[in-house]
């Protein structure tokens, strides 16, 4: 079997397979991250106490911190975050509204 049967969901490129992250965005994609306003993002992994990321601008040579793990790569809404076995991931926003179930879509709605 291949290693590859996973696709980007931004691009459709080939992905290495990853069953706890089945919609994680390819490289190429990850480097067109921005923020909601446009501007480039780029997003490391930190190793404070083995865990966590961090987000940042580069302007003029000099990292600036973004300090949201909320992201836009092509217009899509994404979640940048910690993978448990180091590293960031991002992978696209799926937002309330379509992963609730019909009634409760109705009912949440409703509250509005």
């Known amino acids: 079997m291949s290693n590859y049967s996973q696709h980007c969901p931004i691009c459709a490129r080939p992905v290495e397979n990853n069953n706890?992250?089945?919609n994680y965005v390819c490289n190429a994609c990850r480097d067109h991250a921005t923020d909601a306003k446009g501007e480039t993002v780029i997003f490391y992994h930190a190793?404070?106490?083995?865990?966590?990321?961090?987000?940042?601008?580069?302007?003029?040579?000099e990292l600036v911190p973004f300090t949201?793990?909320?992201?836009?790569?092509?217009?899509?809404?994404?979640?940048?975050?910690?993978?448990?076995?180091?590293?960031?991931?991002?992978?696209?926003?799926?937002?309330l509204a379509t992963a609730l179930k019909p009634e409760i879509k109705h009912a949440a709605v409703a509250q509005f």
């Open 68 to 95: 949201e793990n909320i992201c836009f790569i092509n217009g899509v809404k994404c979640n940048a975050f910690d993978d448990y076995a180091g590293g960031v991931i991002i992978q696209p926003v799926k937002e």
């Open 20 to 22: 706890s992250f089945p």
């Open 47 to 61: 190793r404070f106490n083995g865990k966590g990321y961090q987000g940042y601008y580069r302007r003029h040579n």
